[in-house]
């Protein structure tokens, strides 16, 4: 019997509604009843997301800035719940699950933050930072919580004598590596990295991303790797999702996703890749501008930018369907072919 994915979503969306004062509403009102139209004011940042991570899998999370990649793992983490569809742990809904259960779902699943410094209290030291939750949760006995910090400390790459220390006195290196001693102090399962080595120098993303890599083979870690970087996601990923607009477009295994992509958008982001083949080549960013999520274009959310779309693709929003073995795409296009 094949073991359930660590984490499975199922029709998972986002909504943020715009709140209004008592003025506010009552404009609103006044315009309802003279006739006026009055908009929802809402945020649609995650749409009917299906995505499931398998024990030992990194799957890479790709797209544009305001795709909704942020907001989704946010959900998968747990930080914040979805306004439809069902987040699966190990396939117990999560949402249902209660006691000590519950507990044991949100420890399970951690996130690394982009900010490194944002991400950590800058009134505590990294001692409290990163021993404060397993000594909440039980996880330690008072009499080793200092040795269980170093221990921690010394897997991240970080000497434990710098443990009295503030988060302002690191460089953003080590307070990354800080975060992640933080989120491994609850001995996860799987972990969240959002934009993680984004904010990064690029010989310490190179540390950070061997990093990632080391535990995930000492500790058998399972990944979502969120990042606009197609060059981390290619080095680190297993298989890619592609997100436009609160919507996965694509899914397959890495080495597809970069050797045959099939949906529009996916060909447009690795076309703009630069290579050593090819300097000559003019790089461009893809045309147009990325529709605003309070107001998204009808249909395929993509058709205003894609070079191949038709009258179907402004009216009818595509499916995410399989169109080989381990390969998902929602586009048009595949059910012409």
């Known amino acids: 019997m094949t073991a359930p994915p660590v984490i499975a979503l199922e029709g998972v969306g986002k909504r943020f ?15 309802a009843a003279l006739g006026g139209r009055v908009r929802e004011g809402a945020v649609r940042a995650v749409e009917g997301v299906d995505l499931a991570i398998a024990q030992g ?13 942020s907001t989704l793992g946010r959900i998968v983490a747990g930080l914040l719940p979805p306004s439809e569809g069902r987040v699966f742990y190990r396939g117990q809904d999560r949402a249902a699950l209660a006691g000590e259960a519950a507990r044991a779902a949100r420890l399970a699943v951690q996130m690394i933050f982009q900010d490194p410094f944002a991400s950590l209290n800058p009134r505590l030291r990294v001692a409290e930072i990163v021993g404060e939750a397993p000594r909440v949760h039980g996880l330690v006995a008072k009499g080793e919580w200092s040795d269980y910090v170093d221990a921690q400390l010394r897997r991240a790459g970080l000497d434990p004598a710098l443990k009295r220390r503030y988060p302002h006195q690191f460089s953003g290196g080590q307070r990354q590596r800080i975060g992640i001693a933080r989120a491994l102090a609850v001995r996860p399962e ?6 993680a080595v984004a904010a990064l120098d690029v010989s310490i993303q190179a ?3 061997n990093l990632f890599m080391d535990l995930r083979a000492s500790l058998d870690l399972t990944y979502l790797f969120i990042s606009h970087d197609l060059g981390v996601v290619e080095h680190l990923s297993d298989r890619v999702a592609i997100m436009y ?4 477009v694509e899914q397959a295994e890495t080495e597809e996703i970069f050797r045959r992509p099939n949906h529009p958008y996916t ?15 003019q790089f461009g960013a893809i045309r147009g501008e990325i529709p605003s999520p309070l107001a998204p274009p009808s249909g ?3 058709h205003p930018r894609c070079p191949l779309a038709f009258a179907r693709c402004r009216e009818e929003a595509p499916k995410l369907r399989e169109i080989a073995p381990g390969r998902r795409s929602a586009c048009h296009r595949n059910e012409a072919a």
């Open 17 to 31: 509604a715009k709140t209004h004062d008592l003025a506010g509403r009552l404009a609103l009102k006044a315009r």
């Open 245 to 248: 607009l609160g919507r996965i």
């Open 57 to 69: 899998e990194v799957v890479g999370l790709v797209g544009e800035s305001g795709c909704g990649k």
């Open 190 to 195: 799987f972990l969240v990295c959002d934009e």
């Open 207 to 209: 540390q950070i991303l």
């Open 300 to 302: 395929c959310h993509f």
């Open 267 to 281: 060909q447009a982001l690795l076309a703009e890749i630069p290579r050593l083949d090819a300097r000559k080549h």
